[in-house]
DNA sequence: GCCGATTTGTCCGTATGTATC
DNA sequence: CGATACATACGGACAAATCGG
């Protein structure tokens, strides 16, 4: 639910405009008018604005009004979006889903995987393997290395439930900064084992690497999806400012 | 160049992390401070800030300090970021590029390419194909529509430099937003004639609908890459607010 | 474990600039 | 040209989390 004043105008924003109370290609009320509306100030409208922006159910021009750019669409993928897990995307997508713990142990970090992980030769690593199934079908083979500095005591019963409620739950982990990168690659033997790929021989991987509040990276993590029902989304402006 | 005083800001601290002035896991001068530095308010230090959390340059955390999570990479890769042409991007990654027309024609979009493209059965579309090549390798094959009323006239000219420099700076369109969605796809027998797909039968495609300053969708666009060079970045948080 | 100082998060009101209509 | 609307910027206030003594 929404805590803050301006999630609340978000929230209400985005409610109206998928409801279609305003729709597509018509204009929000002004900036003013939204003040009023929610007796707040200019500043907090706006930053309801820019999260909208963001997401792209509107979009913005110096002058003129704000313009709905949002169309309904059917929820049939397994869209990918924030940092949450998979429990949580299942729900939010509305799917049932399962998990099969394929492999749980400690392992110490060698040269290569130090490289490719993001950390460091020799930390202590928990190596997760666990296939997701959605609906029944198993679409994701999902392989994440823990520090086990920081995911003490991970056991296959909490793996089986939910490692991100059981971090920040019990653990009181704070779970802040996520950096993906999406690439297709070639299946692997492993690949072809645990998922149904059917005429593919390649998957979606979104790989990511995961900070805590503390700055340390404590999570690596690697997503292997059945092409077939990966999807990612994405909205970019026209930047305003320098470029990356 | 930066114009206003919080991309001033946001340029010039992204510039010291990324030269390492400001390394990795440590942490920014305080709020307050940055005021004082660039002598500015509070909120156009923390517009600054905001863009640079955005990008995965930094971390907040209520309450201690503002950490760095910067690392620096090779950039050897094709990495996509906000709304840019193939000519942008090439630059921006420091590679030589070319381009080649397939096809430029008009159609008329039928039920089922409107259904694909969003566009409205009916509508007059310059249909575009073209192939990218970086560093001399056909890496892309990008197929383009564009509304006829908005791209007016174009030819193939335009269309081996870049048609968004022509919409953008003989036509004044003024390009606003993006949609895109990322996924695997199976190879057609176009795909494989025109690029080099060596084992994979499957490429990584980023399609998007592009909107203008009018709210109209004037443009889709389907960039299919081969996987091998593809790779599309990210940085999330752990979102504050309602879910989308 | 408590307390106070520091730091970031949220919010408000106002003023000025600039593009659009 | 004037009116409207969004963009940028400033300064102040209080809340909430963190950290060190």
Redesign the pocket.
Same mark, same amino acid.
């Given at each position: 639910m929404p805590k #803050? +004043?301006?999630?609340k105008i978000y929230a209400d924003l985005r409610n109206r405009i998928e409801t279609l109370e305003y729709e597509f290609n018509s204009f @929000?009320p $002004?900036?003013?008018e939204l003040t009023k509306m929610y $007796? $707040? #100030? &200019?500043?907090?409208v &706006? &930053?309801a @604005?820019a999260e909208l922006i963001r997401r792209g159910y509107i979009q913005?021009?110096?002058? $003129? &009004?704000?313009r709905i750019i949002y169309e309904p669409v059917e929820r049939n993928i397994f869209k990918i979006g924030g940092i949450e897990s998979f429990k949580e995307a299942a729900i939010r997508n509305g799917f049932s889903y399962g998990t099969k713990v394929v492999r749980l142990e400690k392992v110490v970090a060698d040269e290569k995987t130090a490289e490719r992980t993001g950390f460091k030769p020799g930390d202590e690593l928990y190596d997760v393997c666990r296939i997701r199934l959605v609906d029944g079908m198993p679409l994701i083979l999902d392989k994440n290395y823990f520090l086990t500095s920081v995911a003490r005591d991970l056991t296959e019963e909490i793996a089986k439930s939910s490692i991100y409620e059981y971090l920040e739950n019990e653990l009181h982990v +704070?779970i802040m900064t996520s950096k993906r990168r999406m690439t297709t690659e070639l299946a692997t033997e492993e690949d072809r084992r645990h998922l149904e790929l059917a005429d593919y021989n390649c998957l979606a991987v979104v790989s990511g690497r995961v900070f805590n509040?503390?700055g340390i990276q404590f999570e690596y993590t690697e997503s292997r999806h059945r092409p077939d029902y990966f999807c990612f989304e994405d909205t970019a402006t026209r930047k +305003?400012f320098s470029g990356r």
């Open positions: #803050s +004043k301006f999630d @929000l $002004s900036e003013n $007796s $707040s #100030s &200019r500043a907090t &706006r &930053r @604005l913005t021009n110096q002058g $003129s &009004r704000v +704070k509040g503390d +305003k």
